[in-house]
C-alpha cells in the first residue's frame, strides 16, 4: 500500500497569510494526487485533483503543485473561510489513501 | 445541482448488518465511478471501497479492512449506489460518505451518515 504522510500536522495562521501544506507519497504517484478540504461537521470538498488542477468552484488563492513522491498545496492569502483541515489522497493505486490531514487554525 | 444523500446509518450490534444507500441527482451518475469513504469519530479519512461505472465494467475494489464483509453496488436506473455491511465490528463506527468521481478523484461528497457498532 502506498502511505502518504503531511507536513505540518498543525498550523496556526492569520487572515492573509500566504500557507503552504507539504504531502509526501512513499513511492511515486505519477501527478495522481489530490487535496481536500474539510470544515467541522461536513463533509470533505474537492480542492485541487491531478496535483495541481483546480476544481470548478474552487478560489483561485488555491494551488497545487509536484509529482513523484512530493507534492504541495499553497494558500496564496488566506481567508476566514479557510480554516479548516486539509487531506492529500493519492489514486495511482488501490487502496486510495488519504494524508494525515493538515489542520489551518487560527493564530 | 449536484447532490448525494446517505440513508441507512443507526446503531446496530456487533457482528449484524446494516445496509447504507446513497441516492444521487444533478449529474450523470451511471458515468461516474461511486465511492465510499469513512471517518471514525476525531480521526481522518479513510477509504472503504468504490464501484467502476459499467463503462469500466462495472468491477468493485475494497479496502483491506473490510474486504469480504462489505459489498459495494449500484442501480444505474435509479441513481442509487449500495454500501452493504456484513459481520460489523465496533471499529466501523464511524460517518459514513458516500462519493462520485469521474477521473480519479472523490468529486462530489454527500453529507455523511453515522454507524455506531455498539452492544
Known amino acids: 500500500d502506498i502511505q502518504m504522510t503531511q507536513s505540518p500536522s498543525s498550523l496556526s495562521a492569520s487572515v492573509g497569510d500566504r500557507v503552504t501544506i507539504t504531502c509526501r507519497a512513499s513511492?511515486?504517484?505519477?501527478?495522481?494526487l489530490n487535496w481536500y478540504q474539510q470544515k467541522p461537521g461536513k463533509a470533505p470538498k474537492l480542492l485541487i485533483y491531478?496535483?495541481?488542477s483546480l476544481q470548478s468552484g474552487v478560489p483561485s488563492r488555491f494551488s497545487g503543485s509536484g509529482s513523484g513522491t512530493d507534492f504541495t498545496l499553497t494558500i496564496s492569502s488566506l481567508q476566514p473561510e479557510d480554516f479548516a483541515t486539509y487531506y492529500c489522497?493519492?489514486?495511482?493505486?488501490?487502496?486510495?489513501?488519504f494524508g494525515p490531514g493538515t489542520k489551518v487554525d487560527i493564530k | 445541482e449536484v447532490q448525494l444523500v446517505e440513508s441507512g446509518g443507526g446503531l446496530v450490534q456487533p457482528g449484524r448488518s446494516l445496509r447504507l444507500s446513497c441516492t444521487a441527482s444533478?449529474?450523470?451518475?451511471?458515468?461516474?465511478?461511486m465511492s465510499w469513504v469513512r471517518q471514525a469519530p476525531g480521526k481522518g479519512l479513510e477509504w472503504v471501497g468504490f464501484?467502476?461505472?459499467?463503462?469500466?465494467?462495472?468491477?468493485?475494489e475494497y479496502a483491506a479492512s473490510v474486504k469480504g464483509r462489505f459489498t459495494i453496488s449500484r442501480d444505474d436506473s435509479k441513481s442509487i449506489a449500495y454500501l452493504q455491511m456484513n459481520s460489523l465490528k465496533t471499529e466501523d463506527t464511524a460517518v459514513y460518505y458516500c462519493?462520485?468521481?469521474?477521473?480519479?478523484?472523490?468529486?462530489?461528497w454527500g453529507q455523511g451518515t453515522l454507524v455506531t457498532v455498539s452492544s
Open positions: 462519493t462520485g468521481g469521474y477521473g480519479d478523484s472523490f468529486d462530489y
Open positions: 444533478g449529474f450523470t451518475f451511471g458515468d461516474y465511478a
Open positions: 464501484i467502476r461505472s459499467k463503462a469500466y465494467g462495472g468491477t468493485t
Open positions: 513511492q511515486s504517484i505519477s501527478s495522481y
Open positions: 491531478a496535483a495541481s
Open positions: 489522497q493519492q489514486s495511482y493505486s488501490t487502496p486510495c489513501t
